[in-house]
């Protein structure tokens, strides 16, 4: 399971996504987790908010 930002340029805030892997198959589960956040405050690396903001 991995976060992701819907928009990761988006200048005012983007929507967090959840996207889920099912077996080794290419199926996967994309949920909305109806949250914002602005790109500056997210970790892409590690697919989550920075520990500055949190």
């Known amino acids: 399971m991995y976060f992701y930002l819907r928009n990761n340029k988006s200048k ?3 929507l ?3 996207r889920y892997h099912i ?3 290419k199926d996967r589960f994309v949920y ?3 949250e ?3 790109p500056n ?3 892409f690396k590690l697919k989550g908010v920075n520990k500055k903001v949190a």
């Open 23 to 25: 077996g080794k198959g």
């Open 32 to 34: 909305s987790t109806g």
């Open 41 to 43: 405050d997210w970790d």
């Open 12 to 14: 005012p805030e983007s």
């Open 16 to 18: 967090i996504i959840i």
């Open 36 to 38: 914002n956040i602005n």
